[in-house]
């Protein structure tokens, strides 16, 4: 019976088509009745996520001042020490809480030449979580997030300079509280003899960071650091440990001062170096009157500026800070500083700070990192970047002209042993665009052909504030962030070398003549 069925709905089927299909051919198509509904809204397409932006051109200043720089490559010179000045000590900005996000940054901060990175807060509870107490009374201690970071720091070929600070919760303190002395000393302990344990030995350590800051008397400084530094010693005899590392040396309380003092009186307690902070300052004077006061107590010890920068706050908002070339903590200001602290008789310079994070959520607020919270590299990166690359030997560099008898508009100039490069490095601190004219003598090059290659850094090359001060930028580089390569030229070897450069306001050009 089902076969039936099915044919005689068939049937019935066929018919109504055949039924709908007169009843058209007589009619005609229906005209559908009006709509009532809105239709939905066309909206244009959705831009990019941000611009395209393309390689930027310079872009010179109404008038200029000149200048003249002459060198010898004759000249012995001097012996260039990076490991002087490529140094810097990370702030400790939320952003730290993540342990990825400063590990992430490490090889950037490689790529600018770092040889050493200072990273405090390793005892509180803020960052590391090294120090528990337990039901007994007793203390543990975990390394694992502590060693995350400084196993990435040395990773990248880096070392690490650890400043024990501050006080665990486990004490019963807050964190900046002078830490009861017996369970410090034991922390302290721990830290070095875990490096110790893993083949790290003669390390620096730094007691404390900013006890001006925290209001701290030199009484107060002094107790932690009497406990503090046998610890250290205890645990690696090779080891190096120093303080006071307050934010001025002439702040409230004294505690440079009289820290010196305490050390020159009191030679059983270790002191192999000393520390201070230098900002608010364009010049090295505070290495002087360190030097000095070290000599007035008898000590013959090493001088480590482990913080600077010009103006240490670090949200005065965009533009400020180390944001742009012609920020106050700036290309041309840095370039210029770090010339001078090549000079300087301090042991070694740590700029604050390779990785900024204070405004998070921003792109740029005035803060003085070398890289932004996200990654780009500043107009200050890139000149770190430039010492990187100089030569291994210093050659004197006389400037006359507009501003060069301070060395507002001043250079550097190197030779290397190894490749017979020269390069010329130069800064306008000034608002406006110097002409210079640079003059090279008794080249290695009478032969052959030279190839001469000038990077700029100006208000819009190789400075990522002019790419997105007030966007993010997701390109990576962003298109000029780094300094770019702004003429490329290979000529016939000559023993000189003469030709007029421009010099940007608030800029940094760099030279390198090599043989081709």
């Given at each position: 019976r089902l076969p039936r069925r099915t044919h005689r709905r068939t049937i019935v089927a066929v018919a109504a088509v055949?039924?709908?299909?007169?009843l058209v051919a007589c009619t005609g198509s229906p005209t559908p009745a009006p709509s009532t509904t809105t239709p939905p809204p066309q909206y244009p397409a959705q831009p990019d996520f941000a611009p395209v932006l393309q390689p930027a051109e310079f872009v010179p200043t109404a008038d200029s001042t000149t200048a003249t720089f002459t060198a010898s490559y004759a000249d012995t010179g001097v012996a260039y020490d990076q490991d002087k000045i490529l140094n810097a000590s990370q702030g400790g900005y939320a952003t730290m809480t993540n342990p990825r996000w400063f590990i992430d940054r490490l090889p950037q901060i490689s790529e600018l030449g770092?040889?050493?990175?200072?990273?405090?807060?390793v005892l509180n509870d803020k960052y590391y979580h090294v120090v528990?107490?337990?039901?007994?009374?007793?203390?543990?201690?975990?390394?694992?997030?502590?060693?995350?970071?400084?196993?990435?720091?040395?990773?990248?070929?880096?070392?690490?300079?650890?400043?024990?600070?501050?006080?665990p919760s486990a004490f019963g303190k807050r964190d900046y509280r002078v830490p009861p002395l017996t369970p410090w000393a034991e922390a302290v302990g721990a830290v070095v003899s875990h490096y110790v344990s893993l083949g790290h030995t003669g390390w620096d350590w730094e007691v404390w960071n900013e006890p001006d800051y925290n209001r701290w008397s030199a009484e107060d400084y002094i107790s932690v650091y009497r406990a503090s530094a046998p610890a250290v010693k205890a645990a690696d005899?090779?080891?190096?440990?120093g303080?006071?590392?307050?934010?001025?040396?002439?702040?409230?309380?004294?505690?440079?001062?009289?820290f010196i003092k305490f050390a020159g009186a009191n030679r059983d307690v270790p002191v192999d170096f000393f520390s201070v902070h230098s900002y608010s300052s364009d010049n090295w004077d505070v290495v002087d009157m360190a030097r000095a006061d070290l000599t007035a107590a008898g000590l013959d010890i090493p001088i480590q500026i482990t913080e600077w920068a010009l103006n240490p706050t670090m949200n005065l908002g965009p533009g400020n800070g180390s944001?742009?070339?012609?920020?106050p903590t700036g290309a041309a200001y840095v370039a210029r500083r770090l010339s001078l602290g090549l000079e300087s008789g301090a042991e070694r310079l740590f700029y604050f700070s390779p990785v900024e994070g204070l405004s998070y959520w921003l792109p740029y607020n005035g803060d003085l990192g070398l890289l932004t919270v996200d990654g780009h590299r500043k107009s200050a990166g890139n000149v770190f970047e430039m010492y990187s690359h100089l030569g291994d030997t210093l050659i004197p560099l006389s400037g006359t002209g507009t501003a060069t008898e301070n060395r507002a508009v001043g250079g550097i100039a190197t030779k290397d042993s190894t490749t017979s490069e020269t390069t010329v490095l130069l800064w306008n601190t000034t608002g406006s665009d110097a002409a210079?004219?640079?003059?090279?003598?008794?080249?290695?090059y009478s032969s052959g052909a030279i190839r001469v290659t000038q990077r700029m850094i100006s208000g819009t090359q190789g400075n990522g504030y002019f790419d997105s001060s007030t966007t993010v930028m997701p390109s990576r580089p962003s298109p000029n962030e780094n300094a770019p390569v702004v003429s490329d030229t290979v000529v016939a070897g000559s023993r000189t070398y003469s030709e007029e450069i421009t010099i940007p306001a608030t800029g940094v050009v760099e030279v390198r003549i090599s043989p081709t």
């Open positions: 055949a039924l709908a299909a007169a770092m040889k050493q990175v200072r990273i405090d807060h528990t107490a337990q039901p007994d009374g007793t203390y543990a201690y975990d390394f694992t997030r502590l060693d995350a970071v400084v196993d990435a720091i040395l990773a990248e070929g880096m070392q690490p300079l650890i400043a024990l600070s501050y006080t005899p090779t080891a190096r440990v303080g006071a590392t307050a934010s001025y040396y002439t702040s409230e309380g004294d505690i440079s001062p009289t944001d742009s070339n012609s920020s210079a004219t640079v003059k090279l003598t008794d080249l290695p």
